[in-house]
């Protein structure tokens, strides 16, 4: 036979084959932006976040998932204990985080990442550009390198959850456009799905603002349509909004494993406690406007600055030239809807960004703030700039497609003006970025041994916690020693260098603060001073203290010194506390345990600090010592605990007290009962030589089945409808 001549490509090929060559161009050029330092071995940011809360939350993820099998529910190295997945920006069902599975090194895994994460940035951009307005290829390739280039970027690089879900809303955005165009219940999955992994990627402000930037799209949609009288533009926009309803809430159920857990333990957080005034703070000043065009005007990260302008959430600079081109696109304000739809979403937004120095004194963001969903406590407010900007480079987008309709037959021409302002764009952004963290990474050092407290925690095994009194290591700025951090924090032996056992976590200012602190501020505790509380700690499961000053107090012996592991430093001396207790003990030993009942009392931070309800269970009588226990970690969800078959009654867990715990045994089962903040009690029966107790919240059951169900209908719905279309092409 001889062989068929090849077919000319369809057009939608040539389209697709179009459409693949300008990502791979947006691609490249925010590559040759970001390789170094991203990519580049033994780096790493400074900054808290990274440090504090990524690092550990990535660890905890592979170490419960490759040794244990398990999604990390609980955290039992920080603080007293808290929950793990509820903890929001710990992110551990984001779907990319599987990465962390298979790349040993946490922080390059981290920066890898990112860096594909800005990749998806421009190229969801340059879609939104090229297929939701319908620019012009080259116009469209400048705003997928503009958005993915921004300054706002090159300023939050040490916050990976932020980017990892700001990343998404150009897809979003897109997608949601494209429903817009026409309408239809199979035009709402893809919305929801891009919606529900910006939610999974572990930061409410992005996806919050990419919904109320949706609102926006919605009413002023940037669709231009007949309008049909009013009676068919309301039509239109009743259809609309409720598909943002439907969209919304197949998100939602999408994510459910994860925001159930999370919504229950903002429940006992004290944010709710808040001023009225919190979700103001670190509003944009208006004057700061003027980084548009003047951009060395922005302070160095690591310059001095108002707490509250703080220039790393501050930097909007996207390019001069940007600027310009989206002057030229407002030209068409007139007659375009999409460009009337994008000026009122970058006017709206860099408006409301102003917060308190908005108008009527703030009073327009104040009201945006009770009338939008999800907004009451959120901080930042200049992170909504982050959105207008995705519009400002749109309407420079179009100001370049305009330039290109002047010689629509010089086709050549326009791709080198357009590759000339991508290239422009990045030029600007280089000295911009070089003020912002993304051009200042430290080296990453490895830490002898023999230098740190480390190796005095190694060679004392058993589950501890430690309490630091020491200032060895400012780890919120000194990122070189990230590795140590992480090991501090999730390494039971180890846990020395940034305070576990401490009663502020690793999560402050980035998850809610929970029972312990109450506790702490309810009897006002002072445990860093030269006196801490060994009772208090003994309850908390905190064993040895570190310290490089001297400390007087009672109920702490002497019992080594370590070499710090940075030069000029005072040697840091170890202290045990002689009044320790397990974390699993009978009720005798800790009732008559000197300080326990300072924990009871009437709280005032709902349902933490309540004692338990019905009469308190029996302990075991005191003629005789106790009978011995052991306890052995199965995994961060679950603790063995071992006792004499003949043994029976009370049994007190030390952790912070959250509902959600269950002690199992051959034959029976019992919730855990919150006695304090850092006490959950149950009765062991006679007859029953191993206990085990498991965190396994309600609010993580139903989420997961929520979940499960929705993206099995959604699944199920994709595939009856492909099947639906080849039917009917085969008919």
């Known amino acids: 036979m001889l062989p068929q001549p090849e077919q000319d490509p369809t057009p939608s090929n040539r389209r697709f084959s179009a459409a693949a060559a300008d990502v791979g161009w947006v691609c490249l050029l925010l590559a040759a932006f970001y390789a170094w330092p991203l990519l580049a071995p033994g780096l790493n940011y400074r900054g808290g976040d990274p440090v504090l809360s990524a690092y550990p939350y990535r660890y905890l993820f592979r170490e419960s998932v490759l040794r244990h099998g398990v999604v990390p529910l609980w955290n039992p190295y920080s603080g007293g204990g808290l929950p793990s997945l509820a903890a929001y920006q710990g992110a551990c069902l984001y779907p990319p985080h599987g990465l962390f599975l298979i790349i040993p090194s946490i922080g390059f895994g981290c920066r890898l990442l990112l860096f594909l994460h800005y990749l998806l940035q421009g190229a969801g951009a340059y879609g939104l550009a090229r297929f939701g307005l319908g620019v012009r290829r080259g116009a469209a390739v400048f705003a997928g390198v503009a958005v993915g280039a921004s300054a706002f970027n090159a300023a939050h690089v040490e916050h990976f959850v932020i980017i990892e879900s700001y990343s998404w809303i150009p897809l979003i955005l897109w997608t949601w456009i494209e429903f817009l165009k026409r309408p239809g219940a199979r035009r709402l999955a893809a919305p929801a799905l891009c919606l529900a992994c910006s939610i999974l990627a572990g930061h409410s402000q992005s996806w919050l603002y990419a919904l109320d930037a949706m609102g926006l799209l919605t009413v002023f949609p940037p669709v231009d349509a007949p309008w049909n009288g009013w009676a068919g533009a309301a039509k239109r926009r009743l259809t609309a909004l409720g598909g943002l309803a439907a969209v919304g809430a197949l998100a939602l159920l999408l994510t459910a494993a994860q925001l159930l857990p999370t919504m229950e333990m903002a429940g006992y957080s004290e944010r709710r406690r808040d001023p009225p005034d919190y979700g103001e703070a670190s509003s944009f000043p208006p004057r700061f406007f003027l980084h548009y065009l003047l951009p060395g005007r922005l302070p160095r990260y690591d310059e001095p600055h108002d707490s509250e302008t703080n220039p790393v959430e501050m930097a909007a600079f996207v390019g001069r030239v940007t600027v310009l081109l989206a002057l030229v696109g407002l030209a068409g304000v007139v007659r375009r809807a999409s460009t009337r739809a994008l000026a009122v979403w970058a006017l709206a937004l860099a408006i409301l960004a102003t ?44 100001g370049l497609d305009r330039i290109g309709a002047l010689r629509p037959r010089a086709a050549s021409r326009f791709g080198v003006l357009a590759a000339l302002c991508c290239l422009l764009a990045l030029a600007e952004q280089i000295p911009v970025s070089a003020r912002l963290p993304l051009r200042h990474p430290t080296p990453e050092t490895e830490i002898p041994a023999s230098a740190s407290l480390q190796a005095w925690f190694k060679a004392h095994p058993g589950e501890h916690r430690v309490f630091q009194l020491t200032d060895i290591v400012d780890i919120s700025r000194y990122d070189s020693l990230a590795g140590a951090a992480r090991e501090a924090l999730l390494e039971p032996n180890t846990s020395v260098y940034a305070g576990v056992g401490t009663l502020t976590s690793y999560v ?15 009897y006002r505790r002072n445990l860093y001073s030269p006196q801490p509380d060994a009772r208090l700690l003994g309850l908390m499961n905190v064993r040895y203290l570190t310290a490089d000053k001297p400390i007087t107090a009672d109920g702490w012996e002497w019992v080594d010194w370590a070499q ?45 600090l309540q004692p338990a309800p019905g009469r308190r269970p029996s302990a075991p009588r005191r003629d005789s010592p106790t009978p011995a226990i052991a306890i052995r970690r199965l995994s961060p969800n679950r603790l063995q605990v071992d006792k004499p078959a003949e043994a029976e009654g009370d049994l007190v867990f030390s952790t912070s007290a959250y509902p959600g715990w269950t002690a199992q045994w051959d034959g029976g089962a019992e919730p855990l009962r919150a006695q304090n903040a850092l006490q959950l009690r149950f009765h062991a029966p006679g007859g029953v030589s191993r206990i085990d107790l498991v965190f396994d919240p309600f609010s993580f059951r139903l989420g997961l089945f929520l979940s499960l169900l929705a993206w099995s209908a959604l699944a199920g719905a994709r595939l009856t409808s492909g099947r639906a279309r080849r039917y009917n092409e085969d008919e």
């Open 508 to 522: 402050e200012g980035l998850t809610p603060l929970l029972g312990v602190e109450e506790l702490l501020r309810l």
């Open 355 to 398: 917060g308190k120095f908005g108008p009527f004194d703030g009073g327009l963001f104040r009201l945006a703030e009770h009338a939008l969903p999800g907004w009451h406590g959120l901080r930042v407010p200049a992170r909504l700039l982050g959105v207008a900007n995705i519009a400002l480079v749109l309407l420079a987008a179009q």
């Open 564 to 608: 710090p592991c940075e030069p000029d430093r005072r040697p840091v001396a170890i202290f045990q506390n002689t009044k320790f207790l397990p974390p699993v003990a009978w009720a005798a030993d800790v009732e008559e345990s000197p300080g326990s009942s300072m924990l009871d009392g009437p709280g005032d931070s709902g349902e933490a």
